[in-house]
């Protein structure tokens, strides 16, 4: 069975951090690209994310850029460290691998549950 479990999500205050991670199993992503996603309360999902599948680029939604860095440990484990963050990176934050190696676009073949992050004083 293949699965993505995300950790890490929590409560924190703003300009504060998290760190979260993703960890794959039933089958190897090397050769995946692997992204966060996002969706708030009565929003649409949206990307914030993306890593290739070597780890060797990476793309990010410009409302975070700067602030949040991902990154591949391994083939099957993804990390994202998010930094000063704010109320509206409220959310939960699920990880995805899509089919190709190096490509933002999709199409995204596994998603996990989700983690939720809540930055609120």
């Known amino acids: 069975q293949v699965q993505l479990v995300e950790s890490g999500g929590g409560l924190v205050q703003p300009g504060g951090s998290l760190r979260l991670s993703c960890a794959g199993s039933g089958r190897t992503f090397s050769t995946n690209t692997m992204a966060w996603f996002r969706q708030a309360p009565g929003k649409e999902r949206e990307f914030v994310a993306a890593v290739s599948a070597r780890g060797g680029t990476t793309y990010y939604a410009d409302s975070v850029k700067g602030r949040f860095t991902i990154s591949r440990d391994n083939a099957n484990t993804m990390r994202l460290q998010m930094n000063s963050l704010r109320p509206e990176d409220t959310a939960v934050y699920s990880c995805?691998?899509?089919?190709?190696?190096?490509?933002?676009?999709?199409?995204?073949?596994?998603w996990g549950q989700g983690t939720q992050v809540t930055v609120s004083s």
């Open positions: 995805a691998a899509g089919r190709r190696s190096d490509s933002v676009s999709g199409p995204y073949d596994y």
